[in-house]
């Protein structure tokens, strides 16, 4: 019973944070300086790689070091796939975006 509290806690309290994160979006969208939207986007994109780095490239590398395979390369191979996959959703939204604006013309 213990774990499953433990659980619903560590499910919403990330919830709740991300919550209340998105929702000074909502509130302050025309109020927003580009300055201030800019810096806001760099924190995110900070706290991202950070999170990328050590909570999946350093364990990733100690996990294939742990089974004998060379380290780098499981680590290597996932953020490739990754950043080719990050460039097509952003090349297709790109074209999503353009088609809309051509209907609207």
Do not use: D
Not at 41 to 66: D, K
Not at 79 to 100: C, H, P, W
Request: hydrophobic share 50%.
């Amino acid at each position: 019973m213990e774990n499953l509290l433990y659980t619903i806690g560590g499910i919403l309290i990330p919830f709740f944070g991300t919550t209340l994160g998105s929702s000074f979006v909502f509130f302050m969208r025309k109020n927003m300086s580009e300055k201030f939207q800019k810096m806001l986007v760099g924190f995110a994109s900070g706290v991202m790689l950070a999170a990328s780095v050590w909570s999946l490239l350093l364990p990733a590398i100690e996990m294939a070091e742990n089974q004998g395979k060379v380290s780098w390369l499981p680590a290597a191979v996932g953020l490739s796939l990754g950043v080719v996959f990050l460039i097509f959703i952003n090349r297709l939204a790109e074209k999503m975006e353009t088609r809309k604006k051509r209907k609207k013309a």
